[in-house]
């Protein structure tokens, strides 16, 4: 892998920024790769949508924005209706599976959608859909191996809710793996 | 003003990123400016620290990084050493009172302290001094104004704690503005 360009995408106060810082992080401190995070605002976007664009690079990166991402991860219908047809040739859409519905997809796209809201609820605390998220993406993708991801949760979550957060993490992860048809006890 | 460079700068775990995302798209959205946030990952950034560059201008930003900041608003002494350096000529050092320890600051430098995070506690959640921070940020900056940012907030914070956060923000702007010596209850 050279470089891999990923965007997020959600409503505000869903955590789809501190999702990019966590890939962004993963990625760097842990795989020894660059990323940048980038949010560009305009006055067209007046919407309740709120997106990240993350690229995580072995090199250091000059252009920060994304033109084409290979991965688009979103937690809301209208992001999703928005960032689709950026989603590149072959790209994997990661969908919120109660959040997002799906119809007449591109056939070159590959589509993983989870549950995240519902394994957040269960966990007791809603607000960690993201994280959930996040594990579901290291699973399915190979752009921030999970130890990384995790050490990433950890430093950026709140102090407090680490332990709660690594569980959503994880719950996210292991249903990834199971959905790709690995165990979930492979490292990855 | 034409384009300003702000940085921000704390620990993982603090909404450093939130802060600047919260500018960004005050100043883009309702200001009707154009913005970017951006955080570059290397494998040099090791450390707990954590920051966000934040671009504001009147123009589409082809050039999201910054070189030297106009404002830098910091949260941790880590964050503060390590970017004073940053500062720009006459620029503006905004601190957490409690959080960091100025000493022979630069003459140049224009410092404003503020107790954020004894203020987030007298409001029952330590969580918000970010947004405390915000207040004080719009009421000592010409940045972003006042009614901007607090829609920002209000779209980017978690569902149900719009009303706490909106709280932290008037605490900081009006600490902000008797602090420059402006009536708090005048429209900035």
Redesign the interface.
Known sequence: MARSEIKIGGF????V??SG?II??A???YD????????????E??G?A?SAQVIVDTD??AY??ITSPGVLVVMSQEAYSRFLPELDQGGTLITEEDLVTVRNLRKDIRHRAVPATRFAEELGKR?VLNIVMMGFFSAVTDIAGKDAMRKAVQ?????G?EELNLKAFDRGWEYGMRLIGMPADTAH
Request: aromatic share 10%; hydrophobic share 40%.
């Open positions: 505000g106060g869903q955590g920024i501190l810082y962004g992080r990625a760097a401190i020894n790769k660059y990323a940048t995070m980038i949010q560009a605002f305009g006055p976007a007046r309740s709120c250091p990166i920060p924005y607000l430093m950026s979550v709140p102090k809710t």
